[in-house]
């Protein structure tokens, strides 16, 4: 099968050379933090999140996207900010019944890590970051936060991962990339709301670690907006809609459209529609109040040549210092 990984590199060169897609999450409506440093320290407690993501899983060479997210406020206070309930909401949303205070919101800093690798084929991106949020209150019940994260991205081809009819081909050499990354966000919250906009990749390609050919190694500017917002339509039930807005020059932006239901304060499960004709479902299980687990099957890219078993993705949640056990993160849901 090891011929098989030039053929997908080359299918997928156009992403890889000309825009440097960054890597795609179906699961991104319970990690935010992946598209925005704004929301780094957003909960009382760290949250840690790591992913795993494969596509066009069973071929030899599939995509597969490996990551690790981390964030903690810094002076986060909710000082006679929470009224106790006995009963607390799931990570992956749900109704609010922590009676939280809003007047009672102190402003904050926040921080946070992210690392990633990402493989197709031969082709290697690693991208590691840290971020730092300033979250303020605007009034009782709005608040507003601003991030910035920098870090590096490496981007790497190895030859001797293809098999070439020629082994003289020009195309059959290693090639190595380094370069800076600056990333800037903002999020306006509430109790029943989100809705964010971020810009990555905002170096270009200013700045060259290394001498590898330009063609190869151009990065593109993303841009995100996303939003959402909490309906709860019974006690047991809430329903909570969202939206992500991609755009990349210079190919066409990209939207999503996403559902999730929450049953009981410990289960949900949930849908997402892109523009594309792609769809993915979701679900979720809160394990206790530091542990829950989330999973993601999406059709992905249009079936290749009928290869291949579609994209899966898992989420392993954990809530680190969380003296109160919360099981809802208050704002993101």
């Not at 890889?16 to 409506?29: G, H, R």
């Not at 410990?266 to 989330?294: C, E, M, P």
């Not at 890219?301 to 078993?309: D, E, I, L, R, Y």
Request: hydrophobic content about 40%; some cysteine.
């Amino acid at each position: 099968m090891k011929r098989l990984l030039p053929l997908f590199f080359f299918c997928f060169a156009p992403f890889l050379i000309f825009a440097q897609q960054k890597p795609q999450y179906s699961q991104y409506t319970i990690n935010n933090y992946l598209l925005n440093p704004a929301i780094a320290g957003i909960e009382e407690y760290a949250d840690v999140k790591v992913g795993s993501r494969s596509q066009m899983s069973g071929i030899e060479g599939e995509p597969t996207t490996l990551y690790v997210s981390a964030h903690a406020p810094i002076g986060y206070t909710s000082r006679g900010g929470r009224k106790s309930s006995g009963r607390r909401a799931p990570s992956f949303g749900g109704n609010n019944r922590s009676g939280r205070i809003s007047e009672q919101f102190r402003p904050h800093h926040g921080i946070g890590i992210l690392a990633v690798h990402d493989r197709l084929g031969a082709f290697y991106r690693t991208e590691a970051s840290l971020a730092y949020a300033y979250h303020l209150s605007l009034n009782r019940d709005i608040r507003l936060s601003g991030g910035l994260s920098a870090g590096l991205i490496q981007q790497q081809l190895r030859a001797s991962e293809l098999s070439f009819a020629n082994p003289a081909d020009g195309a059959g050499s290693d090639w190595n990339m380094v370069k800076p990354n600056l990333a800037a966000g903002l999020w306006l919250y509430g109790s029943n709301f989100y809705i964010g906009t971020s810009a990555t990749q905002l170096l270009g390609n200013t700045v060259n670690f290394d001498n590898s050919v330009e063609e190869r190694n151009l990065l593109y500017e993303h841009y995100f907006l996303t939003g959402a917002y909490r309906f709860n339509i019974t006690e047991e039930v809430s329903l909570v809609p969202s939206i992500m807005l991609m755009w990349l020059q210079p190919l066409p932006g990209s939207l999503d459209f996403n559902l999730r239901a929450v049953y009981q304060d410990r289960l949900w499960v949930g849908g997402s529609y892109r523009q594309n004709g792609n769809y993915a479902v979701l679900a979720g299980v809160t394990i206790n109040h530091i542990f829950d687990l989330g999973y993601a099957y999406d059709r992905g890219v249009p079936a290749f040549n009928g290869m291949g078993s579609g994209n899966h993705e898992v989420v392993l949640g954990m809530r680190i210092f969380n003296k109160a056990k919360v099981l809802c993160p208050q704002n993101l849901w």
